[in-house]
């Protein structure tokens, strides 16, 4: 009995000592379940992103709808992700999970379809990504929380790091997958294959020792809401960290919703380009996930996430410039590497600084920030490449995202003390 509850609550197996320290948190064996699971699955998200940006661009060869479908794809975080966090603080989050991925993957099906029969419009392509943003945002607060669940505390660094290896991975390996496979089978094929890589992840979630829920003696929605708002506010290291995540979201982080734009208009590839420049900022993230894990316990994280983001928002400004293809793979990957540093100190400091009862729905207000921002920077982005050329606003934006983490962490004590 004490060996099984162990293992449900996510402690390390027999095999503990297979494990160098770099993987630690892959001994646990539900986390093992988890992470493999996620990365086949997200490596069919990727070739379905890099496609479903092909596609936009080949129905109306415009940045501004790139904007649109990515605000479109995202906004729900805004909307929905805060209460999918109070949700997470109350049911069961495996099954929460099983629910959220199984909609994604009949979503990926119908594009697929539709893109087969090639009767989709921009309009349907907009349309889908909203409804599955709205899946993701209600999935995102529980997939955060879990990842305590499944392994002991001291493993929780080494597992939010390995997670962001993992989903890095993936952004090597999709798009480049992706880029072959729609000269293959078309962008229709990929939206097909990641629908069938939900699989992986439905079958992790269905095997995982994951212990239920009691029913939980929460008050009402909003006041559960009110409440996490209120802890967040209270703590000012916490407080700080969530305001600097929503800079880089609004300001940074939309870029990427682009990268198909300069591949095609400024550096002149097809499908192909386009998945290299996205595998090489994959790369770079990897490389960012490696070095967490392999420190095992980032110091000085309110110094990592400033400069660290002054290096991720200096590569945005350069890649923005740059006419040449090698040169902007160096910059993706520079881009890459800065960011995983930054996100996963984030990631990490809040996870720590949250309580066990509060978890979910801190991670919710830090997801909706991380996660629900981005649109309305896409769609800042989009309006503002109308007027000016798409170059000069995605540098102008991480510019000012730049001099607002600098003055950040000029004037906030509780970041500098970050440790």
């Not at 992840?201 to 409440?227: C, D, F, K, N």
């Not at 590839?269 to 990897?286: I, K, N, Q």
């Not at 993706?332 to 996870?351: H, K, P, R």
Request: glycine share 8%; aromatic share 12%.
């Amino acid at each position: 009995m004490e060996e099984a509850a162990a293992a449900t609550a996510g402690f390390p197996d027999e095999r503990d000592n297979e494990f160098p320290r770099i993987v630690r948190a892959l001994r646990n064996r539900d986390f093992r379940l988890f992470w493999s699971g996620n990365f086949l699955s997200n490596i069919g998200t990727w070739m379905q992103n890099v496609a479903q940006g092909w596609l936009v661009l080949s129905l109306t060869g415009s940045a501004f709808w790139l904007g649109v479908v990515g605000f479109a794809g995202s906004i729900p975080f805004l909307i929905f992700t805060l209460f999918g966090g109070v949700v997470a603080d109350r049911v069961n989050k495996r099954h929460l999970l099983l629910v959220t991925q199984s909609v994604m993957m009949v979503l990926a099906f119908v594009l697929a379809a539709l893109s087969w029969l090639k009767v989709i419009t921009v309009w349907e392509v907009v349309a889908l990504s909203f409804l599955n943003g709205v899946a993701m945002a209600m999935n995102a607060p529980s997939y955060q929380a879990l990842v305590p669940r499944l392994v002991p505390r001291e493993d929780l660094t080494n597992a939010i790091a390995l997670n962001s290896a993992q989903f890095n991975m993936s952004r090597i390996l999709g798009p480049t997958l992706g880029g072959y496979a729609m000269a293959m089978v078309g962008v229709a094929g990929n939206f097909f294959l990641n629908g069938v890589s939900f699989l992986a992840v439905l079958l992790a979630l269905t095997r995982i020792r994951y212990p239920e829920q009691q029913p939980s003696h929460y008050r009402g929605l909003l006041s559960s809401l009110r409440e996490g708002f209120q802890y967040v506010r209270a703590n000012q290291q916490m407080r700080v960290l969530v305001w600097m995540t929503g800079i880089a979201s609004f300001l940074g982080i939309p870029f990427i919703t682009f990268i198909p734009y300069f591949a095609r208009m400024q550096l002149h590839r097809d499908e192909t380009g386009l998945g290299w420049l996205l595998a090489a900022s994959g790369l770079g993230a990897v490389l960012g996930a490696v070095t967490v894990a392999a420190m095992g316990q980032v110091r000085h994280r309110g110094a990592v996430v400033a400069f660290g983001g002054v290096v991720f928002f200096s590569a945005i400004i350069a890649f923005s410039y740059s006419h040449i293809f090698r040169l902007s793979q160096c910059l993706l990957l520079v881009e890459g590497y800065s960011a995983i540093l930054m996100i996963s100190s984030f990631n990490v400091a809040i996870q720590h600084l949250a309580s066990d009862q509060m978890r979910g729905r801190v991670m919710s207000i830090y997801a909706t920030c991380f996660l629900g921002l981005p649109p309305l920077g896409s769609l800042l982005a989009g309006e503002l490449s109308r007027h000016i050329p798409t170059p000069h606003a995605l540098a102008a934006m991480a510019g000012a995202a730049a001099v607002l983490f600098v003055g950040t962490f000029a004037l906030s004590k509780p970041l500098r003390e970050l440790d």
